[in-house]
């Protein structure tokens, strides 16, 4: 079983700053490719980055140069820095990864970007 849960929501100012964390359950997390995904009101969830076991990391256009993913395998940990943050960055964002061909959510966690 994995559990996935999310933190580091909130509100902040366009052109801001956050960074959302993410803590993992279970064995072998260093093995398995982690993601962000987002889902703003009224749309479907897509993908925000994702991050392999080695580290290899790909992102949405939307947020390229702005967002940056990292992990910490020895914590169990997947991180998402988000700078220069837009209103329409205003979103949930959920940690996800799949094993055995299921996918695995957190709740997410709310950011929300106005001023």
């Known amino acids: 079983q994995v559990q996935l849960v999310e933190s580091g929501g909130g509100l902040v100012q366009p052109g801001g700053s956050l960074r959302l964390s993410c803590a993992a359950s279970g064995t072998f997390f260093s093995i398995y490719t982690m993601g962000w995904y987002l889902q703003a009101p009224g749309k479907q969830r897509d993908v925000v980055a994702t991050i392999t076991r080695g580290s290899t990391t790909n992102y949405a256009d939307s947020v390229k140069g702005r967002f940056t993913i990292s992990r910490d395998n020895a914590k169990n940990m997947v991180y998402l820095q988000m700078n220069s943050l837009k209103p329409e960055d205003t979103a949930v964002y959920f940690c996800?990864?799949?094993?055995?061909?299921?996918?695995?959510w957190g709740k997410g966690t709310l950011v929300t970007v106005s001023s």
């Open positions: 996800n990864t799949v094993r055995g061909g299921k996918d695995y």
